[in-house]
């Protein structure tokens, strides 16, 4: 379930920007410990408050809505739950590979147009002179 559906079902404000670990375990139906552990063992990044009370924001709250849809909806073990996540983010930077390919090939691109744009006007600067020693000759 996507956080903005789940946080409406729940009756939380689905548009702010931190939420405190009670409200996310209270949005996942876990406990504060559990989100701890989680947060230990799959490596998510949490900021705090003032108080050093933990808080979440959209993309740490997804992150664990999927861990709990792999830990207990599809029956994934912890270490099958990492690998899975790792497989997807693999995928997810596949996705993005082309598009970093596609940069350097465009920049690529750009600076041998710059380069013959260059040699071109140094080209039509000569023809110029050229030219004008030649109507030069022709006027004498």
């Known amino acids: 379930m996507q956080f903005e559906a789940l946080a409406t079902e729940k009756q939380l404000n689905p548009h702010k920007m931190y939420y405190k670990i009670g ?61 899975q996540l790792e497989s997807d983010h693999r995928e997810e930077k596949k996705v993005q590979e082309p598009n970093a390919a596609f940069k350097l090939s465009y920049e690529k691109t750009i600076k041998e147009f710059d380069s013959l744009k260059e040699s071109t006007r140094r080209n039509l600067l000569h023809l110029r002179r050229e030219l004008e020693t030649i109507i030069e000759c022709l006027e004498d």
């Open 23 to 83: 409200e996310v375990a209270e949005l996942l139906e876990v406990k504060t410990s559990v989100l701890r552990f989680w947060e230990h063992e799959f490596h998510i990044k949490t900021q705090k408050t003032s108080t050093n009370q933990r808080i979440y924001d959209k993309k740490g709250i997804s992150k664990l809505i999927g861990i709990k849809e792999l830990l207990y909806k599809q029956g994934f073990t912890l270490a099958g739950a990492k690998k």
